[in-house]
DNA sequence: CATATTGTTATATAATGCTTATAACACTTT
DNA sequence: AAAGTGTTATAAGCATTATATAACAATATG
């Protein structure tokens, strides 16, 4: 499943368990009708609560992520795919893209940079992976 | 000053703070310099505590973005324009990046459209007004 | 200088959110 | 029938967020 919990991370854990499922799907190791790991089974592997994991699932299931259903594994969901005209995906991103722009001018970033800073991760997924340091 | 604080948004009060005072200076409406509003003041227009204010200036004064010094008005900061690299810019905003690329990914938006969007928040930082038939 | 303004520090309290801990229950699969 | 899995329930601990007061320190104002 490949899930991991970063220390680092200020959000809360099942926050980034929410996230990283996504990202999952999104890199394609996770496609619709893939079970995910039962939460027992996750939560002993992190070394965390059942309840921590089962409230991940929960918020992916209201966000329409994955399917719950008593006794079956947690499946990813058919994609929903709703056309959303503009405005509409705007109404779904409109807060991480206004803190995003925001964030990306108070660091100097032009609409190019930030657009081909994005596309690194609409790609495939994948960050930049360069640890601290990189050369230039 | 122009903040309000939205009772459907999930995220605490001083985040919601800290975030509209980036939109201000992203838009213009704050430049270098200016003054924002004393702790006091802005807690009470907001019938709100002084200290959640000071909390939300406290982030801003870590992440750069204004200056406090003791008997004088917070005011905006110069800006900081790290010419930051391509990887140092992810460092920072490698988070929301990933997020927004995958929950872009889950509402079947295309790099294209997601690109068009993200634009309309860099332009002004102001969102929709402009709805009509978008083609998909 | 005197006073008001403003950021700062210090306590204390309450409310909420996150995580853990146990246990039992209900549905599905084997 | 048994095992696996999601679900519900209850309780507790801890961190975060917000409130309430009060006093203090540096700056601005008159």
Redesign the interface.
């Known amino acids: 499943m490949l899930i991991a919990i970063d220390e680092r991370?200020t959000?809360p854990i099942y926050q980034q368990i929410v996230?990283q499922v996504?990202?999952q799907?999104?890199r394609g190791e996770l496609q619709q009708g893939d079970e995910l790991l039962p939460v027992r089974e996750l939560a002993d592997s992190l070394g965390i609560n059942l309840h921590t994991v089962r409230n991940a699932y929960l918020k992916l299931r209201d966000?329409g992520?994955i399917n719950l259903r008593l006794g079956r594994r947690a499946r990813v969901a058919r994609?929903?795919?709703?056309?959303?005209?503009?405005?509409e995906?705007?109404m779904?991103?409109?807060?991480?893209?206004?803190?995003?722009?925001?964030?990306?001018?108070?660091?100097?970033?032009s609409?190019d940079?930030?657009?081909?800073?994005?596309?690194?991760?609409?790609a495939h997924?994948s960050?930049?992976e360069?640890d601290s340091k990189?050369k230039?």
């Open positions: 991370d959000r996230s996504k990202e799907i999104q966000q992520v994609p929903r795919r709703i056309p959303a005209t503009a405005t995906a705007d779904a991103l409109g807060g991480q893209l206004r803190e995003l722009a925001a964030d990306a001018f108070l660091l100097g970033l609409a940079e930030l657009h081909a800073l994005l596309d690194r991760h609409l997924g960050p930049p360069s990189e230039k």
